[in-house]
């Protein structure tokens, strides 16, 4: 009994091992191809995957494409990395750095099919205003990673960040509203959720959603 317990933790941590990014050992510029097993398939990010959920079914429905999931807080990349090294899946990584900080400084342009920004915590007290990730620089840093005609899809229940949001995206002529729905990129009839919004969702509260395409230049 204890030699199974042992030989079973000792098999998800080579898993693990297998699924987990470490940013230092990224090149500088990193188009993400080299994380995965077939990189030449469509990459999308999830950007605070918290515990995993919408980045292990999105990856389980579509294995013609990879995910990567950045997360910051250790308990839930911990959660989540344990999660997908027991799915066993070859297309879907995680990694633990600043999500903000890698996608402004070490993305190659114009390297990602889709980009899931999905309940960003909200920084509701006006002094952590300037905290929040949606806002130009970042949009600006976001816009350069997505290949022309790929996906930026966000989603939040704080109703003064999607108004941030919307002005935020509107004032940028490269990127084209879209339907939230996709059958490719994102959840269709709300099948795939993330972890906040199951939650949010039982708690009755509302769920803002945007999406968009990149422009084709
Ligand atoms: C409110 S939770 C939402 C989690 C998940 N997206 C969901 O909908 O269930 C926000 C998540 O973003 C992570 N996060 C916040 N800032 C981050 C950053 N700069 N880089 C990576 N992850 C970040 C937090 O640790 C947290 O897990």
Redesign the pocket.
Known sequence: MCMIAQSDMIASMLDFASIAVDPAALPEHTDLRELFEDGERPIELE?????G??LLRQAQAHPQRNFLG????NK?YKFAADRMARWGLGNVRIMR????EFVMTRLAAECLSALHI????PWPKKKHLRRR?IQPPFLDAAIRVLRPGARLALQTDHADYFEQMKLVTAARHDLIAVPFEDDEHGSVDGSIK????IKYLREGRPIYRLAFRKSQR
């Open positions: 950007i605070g995957c918290g515990k959920a919408f950045i997360e910051w807080a839930f750095t600043d999500a903000r999905y309940h960003p915590d990730l993330t972890n906040f919004e």
